[in-house]
């Protein structure tokens, strides 16, 4: 048999997953063949304008065939790689936990302006004390420790931190548990109820940040990979309205966070003008939504002025 190239291998490959229906045949196509073959997107698409081949006899060509039929049956792309890139780091996720969406960066990015917010510019003198309620892979607090040690190394003044985290759910903790030790970042990592745990840090935390549970009842995800992949507990807010969960934590958010601490929260969609107002009904004030890149409402912030 003749050997194959790199190219032809690309475009049947993007040709079969656009017929299946991924949302981004050729993206992901590359995510595939770059992951089998050991290199980057980017030196995957040199080799491919130089002309380079697989063998025939490569068992590099029928782990990419096998990676491929597991696209096409809707599989998430991450599981398939082991892997997952988010707000520039890069996490391990698989069956079990939640894979991180591009739309959760917004909650990380709001999170590092309000750190350094609340550092007041004192810089590496200060120390703020945030929480992630529903940790799942370690994604969000991951991202945020990131994004500050990016801030810090183009020169600006980053406060330290202290990141806890809590996952309910043992298999996502250990993937959070690993994700943390490949960072080398230092994480109180629990494996507990959100809604309950860090009884022992009540009244001194500066920043509850949460990315949980919150498709109403009912409801089923478009998408295949999120309908058959992500565990059920990480998608549904517990309620028709899908609040049930998410106004729990932050109930316990309350409890946490001393005088003029803050929450930050992912949402679905539709409660965009829903939980905002069901925050301010909890004591929250100075609430206000932020929209995603696609402009949908994504991401509320609210101030915990101490009362109640």
């Known amino acids: 048999m003749e050997p194959v190239a790199l190219g032809t291998l690309l475009r049947s490959a993007t040709a079969r ?122 994604a969000v607090v991951l991202g945020l420790a990131g994004r500050l040690g990016d801030r810090a190394a183009a020169g600006d003044a980053v406060p330290g931190t202290v990141l806890r985290a809590v996952e309910r759910d043992p298999r996502a903790a250990e993937y959070a548990e690993r994700n943390i030790d490949a960072t080398g970042v230092t994480v109180d990592l629990r494996v507990s109820d959100a809604r309950e745990e860090f009884v022992d840090r009540e009244g001194q935390v500066d920043l509850v940040v949460s990315n949980p549970p919150y498709v109403p009842q009912g409801v089923e995800p478009l998408e295949p990979e999120a309908r058959e992949h992500d565990p059920a507990a990480a998608l549904y807010g517990g309620s028709e309205d899908g609040l049930a969960l998410p106004l729990q934590l932050a109930r316990h958010a309350r409890s946490l966070l001393r005088p003029g601490g803050w929450l930050l929260m992912e949402h679905d969609d539709s409660q965009g003008e829903s939980l905002p107002a069901a925050l301010a009904g909890l004591g929250y004030d100075q609430v206000a939504d932020h929209h995603d890149l696609a402009g949908r409402p994504r991401v509320v912030e609210a101030h915990w002025p101490g009362r109640g």
Do not use: M
């Not at 997953?17 to 997107?41: F, I, K, M, N, R």
């Not at 039929?69 to 780091?89: D, K, N």
């Open 17 to 138: 997953l656009s017929d299946a229906g991924c949302l981004s045949p050729a993206a992901d196509a590359a995510v595939l063949l770059a992951h089998v073959v050991d290199c980057e997107p980017g030196e995957l698409h040199r080799r491919v304008l130089l002309g380079h081949e697989l063998a025939a006899d490569d068992p590099r060509a029928e782990r990419f065939e096998a990676a491929v039929v597991r696209r096409e049956a809707r599989e998430p792309l991450q599981h398939i790689t082991g892997a997952a890139w988010f707000a520039g780091v890069e996490l391990e996720v698989g069956p079990g936990v939640f894979v991180p969406r591009p739309e959760t960066e917004l909650l990380v990015e709001r999170a590092v302006a309000r750190v350094l917010w609340l550092a007041g510019g004192a810089g590496p003198e200060a120390q703020v004390e945030v929480v992630d309620l529903c940790a799942g892979s370690g």
